[in-house]
């Protein structure tokens, strides 16, 4: 029962700080403070999303008896990468990636074992558990969503 209240928690955590950061970049894109083809908050939604999205691979893949998801580069290459991946692609569709990404990374991480498995490893070796993976993107959400609250 302890783990379910823990993963609840979590998720529920998760849930609310990518909601609010997603609130605050759809906003500025509505009010037109986002531009396309400038370093900025629309690059910073892109981050947040590939690492959503990465943090949903690896759980997903150790939650079904595979490998942590391994990134190969450093993590300010991945940073860069991800805009690149969604090149074209406006705040609106950027968000309902995000909300695809963070609900599949709840279903996995609910059908995880143990939260303290090792679900990514990054470019420099380091290992991330689950929790750890989880804990900072509502770390990286909350930080997205107090900075463009006074823009």
Same mark, same amino acid.
């Given at each position: 029962?302890?783990?379910?209240?823990?993963?609840?928690?979590?998720?529920?955590?998760?849930?609310?700080?990518?909601?609010?950061?997603?609130?605050?970049?759809?906003?500025?894109?509505?009010?037109?403070?986002?531009?396309?083809?400038?370093?900025?908050?629309?690059?910073? /939604?892109?981050?947040?999303?590939?690492?959503?999205?990465?943090?949903? +691979? #690896?759980? =997903?893949?150790? *939650?079904?008896?595979?490998?942590?998801?391994?990134?190969?580069?450093?993590?300010?290459?991945?940073?860069?990468?991800?805009?690149?991946?969604?090149?074209?692609?406006?705040?609106?569709?950027?968000?309902?990636?995000?909300?695809?990404?963070?609900?599949?990374?709840?279903?996995?991480?609910?059908? /995880?074992?143990?939260?303290?498995?090792?679900?990514?490893?990054?470019? +420099? #070796?380091? =290992?991330?558990? *689950?929790?750890?993976?989880?804990?900072?993107?509502?770390?990286?959400?909350?930080?997205?969503?107090?900075?463009?609250?006074?823009?």
């Amino acid at each position: 029962m302890a783990a379910n209240q823990s993963i609840d928690v979590c998720m529920t955590g998760l849930e609310q700080s990518v909601e609010a950061g997603l609130e605050h970049f759809s906003r500025l894109w509505d009010e037109g403070k986002i531009k396309m083809g400038k370093w900025g908050h629309r690059e910073t /939604l892109c981050e947040r999303l590939w690492w959503t999205q990465a943090t949903a +691979d #690896g759980i =997903e893949a150790v *939650a079904s008896g595979g490998a942590p998801y391994r990134i190969y580069a450093s993590d300010a290459e991945m940073d860069s990468r991800a805009v690149g991946r969604v090149a074209g692609q406006f705040v609106p569709q950027l968000a309902d990636k995000a909300r695809e990404a963070r609900a599949r990374l709840e279903t996995a991480a609910r059908k /995880l074992s143990d939260l303290n498995a090792t679900v990514l490893i990054h470019g +420099d #070796g380091t =290992e991330d558990s *689950a929790q750890t993976c989880i804990d900072r993107l509502t770390e990286q959400w909350n930080a997205s969503a107090a900075e463009l609250q006074g823009v």
